[in-house]
C-alpha cells in the first residue's frame, strides 16, 4: 500500500510552520513545498494557493517520471510546459495546477534524493541573493550549526526563469555540486529569487530553511563591522566530519538516513 496519504499529512503539517507570517519566509502565494511518495508519485503544492493555510485539496500529486523526462528537452514553450504537466498528473481529472516549480521539485526529490522539500522567498535571504554581491558573500562558512545542518556550502543557481528553464539551471547546479562534494547539496539558492531546503525529513527541510535565514541575517549584519570572518576550509571540512556532530544531527531527527 502507498504510504500516499501519510506523506501528505506531514507535509501539510510542514508547509503551514514555512507558511507562519512571523518567519517572514513567505507572503501570499509565495513559495512551494513538495514531498516523494513510495510509489514513483509525489506531492507538490498547487498554484496559487497560501503555504500557512492550505488543506489536503491544495496539493498536486504526480507521477515522477514523465515530469523528471521533462528536462531531457533541450527547450520547452509554455504551451508544450503546460500540456506535458497536466499528463503528468496521477489523477488527469484533478482540477487544480501544480505549482509552476513542478519539475524543479522532482528533480529534487529524485537527482538530489531529497524526501521534503521547501522552496522560499526569505527576506533575509533574498536581501543578499538580490545584490551584487550575492555568489562573493555566499562563498564561505561562517559558524559551525551552518555547516552542521545546511552542509558545507549551499549550491549556487544563477538566475532563471522560472520554470522550466530555472529546472534545468537547478539540475545543472545539483549535478555540479555531487561531482564537487559527492553528496547532493542541502541548500540551494537561486540569484534574484530565494531558497530551497532539501531534507530526508519534513523536520530537516524545516530545519535547513530556518538554519540558512539565520546565516543569512548573520552574514548581513558583519558588513556593518567590515564583513564575514569566514572559517578555514580545514575549520569547515572538520566539522563536516565530526562524528559527534553526526550524532547531534541523529538526536536533533536531522537525517533519517543517519
Request: with cysteine; hydrophobic share 40%.
Amino acid at each position: 500500500m502507498s504510504n500516499a496519504e501519510s506523506v501528505l499529512t506531514e507535509l501539510i503539517e510542514m508547509s503551514h510552520k514555512i507558511g507562519q507570517p512571523e518567519r517572514d519566509l513567505i507572503i501570499l502565494g509565495e513559495g512551494n513545498t513538495s514531498a516523494v511518495c513510495d510509489d514513483g508519485t509525489y506531492w507538490v503544492k498547487a498554484s496559487g494557493t497560501h503555504l500557512g493555510s492550505l488543506g489536503r485539496g491544495d496539493f498536486v500529486r504526480m507521477n515522477l517520471d514523465p515530469v523528471c523526462a521533462m528536462v531531457e528537452e533541450e527547450t520547452m514553450s509554455d504551451d508544450v510546459f503546460k500540456q506535458r504537466i497536466s499528463e503528468a498528473k496521477f489523477d488527469p481529472t484533478f482540477p487544480k495546477r501544480p505549482s509552476t516549480e513542478t519539475v524543479l521539485h522532482a528533480l529534487a526529490l529524485t537527482v538530489a534524493d531529497a524526501k521534503f522539500v521547501a522552496h522560499t522567498h526569505p527576506t533575509a535571504v533574498n536581501a543578499i541573493m538580490c545584490s551584487v554581491a550575492a555568489e562573493e558573500a555566499l562563498k564561505g562558512r561562517i559558524f559551525p550549526d551552518e555547516i552542521v545542518v545546511c552542509g558545507p556550502e549551499p549550491a549556487y543557481v544563477p538566475y532563471a526563469d522560472p520554470g522550466f528553464p530555472l529546472a534545468k539551471a537547478t539540475l545543472k547546479a545539483i549535478n555540479e555540486y555531487v561531482d564537487e562534494w559527492g553528496m547532493a547539496p542541502k541548500a540551494i539558492v537561486i540569484q534574484n529569487h530565494g531558497l530551497i531546503a532539501l531534507g530526508s525529513s519534513a523536520i530537516e527541510a524545516d530545519s535547513i530553511t530556518a538554519m540558512f535565514v539565520k546565516t543569512c541575517r548573520i552574514l548581513a549584519g558583519t558588513y556593518v563591522f567590515g564583513g564575514p570572518h569566514f572559517l578555514s576550509e580545514g575549520n569547515r571540512q572538520r566539522i563536516f566530519t565530526r562524528p559527534d556532530e553526526a550524532y547531534r544531527r541523529k538526536e536533533l531527527k536531522l537525517d533519517q538516513a543517519e
